[in-house]
């Protein structure tokens, strides 16, 4: 069934795990996840960017959720990533989402708290719940300094503040995270700062806690795609122990879309650059679909711990 988060985030804090929210933005992508987490018994996140939503449009979205829903038991939170603004964060509460961010991330505190409240009254009087966002998450492009990177994450003092004032229901920190599939340099010791996430949970007390950029970028995958036609040296993502040490605490969401990228590509150029006769799409995005099912079972049995918890 279409679900919010709340029973999911809270049986998750108490069971010591993590639901999978991953990223979609065309059919195969829905199914490979859907079947995966359907056949494991997992509650699952769907999760759709505004440029997703630019993509694919709204409608074919919700109606290829919606299908999915129908293919497989389980509950799954339909929910808007990175929502800019309030008018799309209205814009997905009146059009079937259950779920949305509110990214106020890069606004100052009280900007943030004042665009985050509006939603969370919006959403609340339909029954959606809202995802709000502190502290700004690294990129490895951002040549930064030790004191710059630290005025980056997420300020525990801060956090307790914010979620009194706007009423989120769950909270997006930054503790060493990135988006992408560039995470850290080569050569560089991959760090998240759980003394940070302790902190905050010592404040946010049975507080549901969302981590954006997991993705842990699977070598395996990232050699098929080197070895098939590409380019994408130096990918590296957040090591798989970091995770599911996360998923054992306070995060109860765990954000993930690079590593389904990597398994669709690395699928599509296995095929093509093997088969240059191929010309079939259904060739090839087959073996890509199968690629983002075997990840987000891996992905659910190995790190998230949600198997079996629908
Ligand atoms: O956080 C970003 C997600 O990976 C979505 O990326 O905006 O390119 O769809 P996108
Ligand atoms: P990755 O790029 O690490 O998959 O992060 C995705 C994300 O945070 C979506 O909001
Ligand atoms: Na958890
Ligand atoms: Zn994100």
């Known amino acids: 069934a279409l679900v919010t988060t709340t029973e999911m985030f809270k049986k998750a804090y108490e069971g010591g795990y993590a639901i999978g929210a991953f990223n979609v933005n065309n059919m195969e992508i829905v199914q490979g996840i859907t079947e995966a987490a359907g056949e494991l018994n997992s509650p699952l996140i769907l999760q759709v960017s505004a440029g997703a939503r630019k993509y694919a449009n709204h409608t074919y979205l919700v109606k290829l959720v919606e299908a999915a829903l129908i293919e497989n038991d389980i509950p799954i939170a339909l929910h808007l990533d990175h929502g800019a603004d309030f008018e799309i964060c209205k814009s997905c509460i009146d059009g079937g989402f259950t779920s949305v961010m509110i990214d106020g991330s890069h606004h100052s505190f009280e900007e943030n708290i004042e665009v985050t409240k509006k939603v969370v009254e919006y959403a609340h009087s339909k029954g959606v719940v809202v995802e709000g966002e502190l502290g700004q998450l690294a990129g490895v492009e951002d040549d930064v300094n030790v004191s710059a990177e630290d005025a980056k994450y997420t300020h525990p003092d801060e956090v307790e503040e914010f979620v009194d004032r706007t009423g989120v229901d769950s909270l997006a920190i930054a503790i060493g995270t990135s988006h992408g599939a560039f995470k850290f340099k080569p050569g560089q010791k991959p760090v998240l700062r759980f003394d940070i996430l302790e902190e905050i949970t010592k404040r946010l007390p049975n507080f549901p806690i969302v981590l954006h950029g997991a993705s842990s970028v699977s070598q395996e995958y990232v050699k098929i795609i080197q070895e098939n036609g590409g380019n994408l040296a130096d990918a ?54 199968q690629n983002v099912k075997d990840v987000v079972a891996h992905k659910i049995t190995e790190v998230l711990g949600s198997n079996g918890k629908a």
């Open 236 to 289: 590296i993502g957040i090591p798989e122990d970091m995770l599911r040490q996360a998923a054992r605490s306070a995060v109860c969401k765990i954000n993930i879309d690079s590593d389904l990228r990597l398994a669709m590509t690395a699928g599509v150029r296995q095929v093509l650059w093997n088969k240059p006769e191929a010309f079939d799409p259904r060739e090839y995005l087959k073996v890509g679909r």
